[in-house]
């Protein structure tokens, strides 16, 4: 999203965050908090790319981006390590023997997390560290002269240690002391429930002797709790009380309203330009469409507008007549549709189950009810409940998520029976167009 314009004033958002950073303790660690999609990995982007234009102008160390699902481990150490000691020149790097002891260190703690598996995290590394001491032996020889370095004892406290030593000798070899060291983690709710924790303690625990950095998180809060719930085997988990103990200052985004995503979604629209297919009274119908579309957060998001606008471009290329968009109706239900098939794919497959069945239009506007009811909280009468059970019951088992039931209800009612079939109307035109 950086290339089209800063429709969600994310670059405001960026150099806010920039400026907190200047103020903060040394070692402090700030989240990014939003729902899934909403933008948090465009405004760590925004932060990266200010603060490498600001370093190559200055003695500002260029920040660090670590994406911990890339590894599949739970192990935040090592690519972090990995990536401070490959900035150092070779020469330095052989004569840095504080250096090396203290990389050393750290790479023994995050080989020994990885090879002893996801479900541990940082406070029992201490018993852990000698069975990962070869394999970290045999890494560390790649980078630098052999030596030798006791396992300290106190395990925690001397990782703390190791990496306030690696990033002050870091940043007294690259000649950066001026600025701290700016850590950007991303894509930590695509990692295991275990994993998320892991790495989250692991920061903590990091920072407990005040580094020369910051840590500057993504999160879904929502998905922390129940990583938690998960990795701790509990019921239920006060995920704020979690959260507040392992970061200094969390920043939550704003949620979006229909003015916001408009004008980002008319970029997204026209960023490889109008399709000929398309006359301007059609594109002026579906931009109108549009508030009535995405009405909840599970589609009003970055995210799912950049993957409706790109099914939206491939539709359009892929015929010659938009008849898709001759009334608002159907410029509604094209649109509600795509938003379908990118946030509920379990839905599209009902969509298709019922293409392949006669299903009368009656029962399937009763199926579509039922599901929405189900998820939007509404109790349907029982008769009207048993009417219906022996045909969805049968059905695929879609998302449970409370935006579903409120996005069915929202189109049920600008188009009764009739949207359900223009929606399976639709679905198996686009199938037969590979959409």
Same mark, same amino acid.
């Given at each position: ?37 909403? !933008?948090?990995? /465009? ?9 490498? &234009? ?20 739970? /192990? ?12 150092? !020149? ?29 479900? $541990? ?34 395990? *925690? ?27 950007? *983690?991303?894509? $930590? ?20 002797? @005040? ?14 709790? &129940? ?36 004008? $980002?979604?008319?970029?997204?629209? @026209?960023?490889? @330009? ?7 009274? &059609? ?68 969509? &298709? ?6 299903? /009368? ?43 579903? @039931? ?20 639709? /679905? ?8």
């Amino acid at each position: 999203m950086k290339d089209l314009p800063d429709s969600l004033s994310h670059d405001d958002i960026a150099r806010t965050l920039i400026r907190h950073l200047i103020y903060l303790p040394k070692g402090s660690v700030i989240a990014v908090q939003g729902s899934w999609g909403r !933008g948090k990995t /465009d405004i760590l982007e925004r932060v990266n790319s200010i603060l490498r &234009q600001a370093a190559s102008s200055s003695r500002t160390p260029p920040p660090a981006w670590i994406n911990p699902w890339q590894y599949g481990v739970p /192990d935040l150490l090592s690519p972090l390590v990995i990536e401070l000691i490959n900035r150092v !020149g070779p020469e330095d790097r052989r004569n840095a023997r504080m250096l090396k002891s203290a990389a050393k260190t750290l790479l023994r703690v995050g080989t020994s997390i990885a090879i002893q598996g996801a479900s $541990l995290v940082v406070p029992v590394v201490g018993p852990l560290m000698s069975g990962a001491t070869k394999p970290v032996d045999d890494f560390i020889q790649e980078l630098f002269e052999t030596g030798k370095t006791e396992t300290p004892y106190d395990s *925690v406290k001397a990782m703390a240690d190791s990496f306030r030593k690696l990033v002050d000798q870091y940043q007294k070899l690259t000649n950066s002391q001026d600025h701290p060291l700016v850590i950007l *983690v991303d894509d $930590l709710d695509r990692c295991l429930p275990d994993h998320q924790i892991a790495i989250l303690e692991s920061i903590h625990f990091l920072t407990s002797a @005040g580094a020369n950095c910051h840590f500057l998180v993504a999160i879904d809060p929502q998905l922390v709790a &129940q990583a938690a719930i998960s990795h701790y085997k509990v019921n239920s988990f006060d995920t704020e009380q979690f959260l507040d103990k392992l970061f200094d200052l969390r920043i939550s985004l704003q949620y979006l309203r229909s003015e916001q995503t408009l004008s $980002l979604f008319r970029s997204l629209l @026209g960023s490889s @330009g109008k399709p000929a297919s398309i006359s301007s009274s &059609q594109m002026k119908r579906l931009l109108s469409t549009f508030p009535d579309v995405f009405i909840v957060p599970a589609v009003n998001n970055p995210r799912v507008m950049t993957r409706v606008a790109r099914r939206m471009q491939l539709l359009f290329l892929e015929t010659e007549n938009a008849r898709w968009l001759n009334s608002d109706p159907d410029a509604f239900a094209l649109l509600s549709w795509a938003c379908i098939c990118e946030r509920w794919s379990s839905l599209r497959v009902v969509f &298709q189950i019922v293409n392949t069945r006669t299903i /009368d239009p009656e029962s399937l506007y009763e199926i579509i009810t039922e599901i929405k009811d189900r998820y939007s909280g509404i109790t349907a009468p029982q008769e009207s409940r048993a009417s219906r059970r022996s045909i969805v019951e049968r059905l695929p088992p879609i998302e449970r998520e409370p935006d579903l @039931g409120l996005f069915l209800a929202n189109s049920l009612n600008q188009g009764n029976d009739r949207i359900v079939q223009k929606w399976v109307s639709l /679905d198996a035109e686009m199938c037969r167009a590979a959409l």
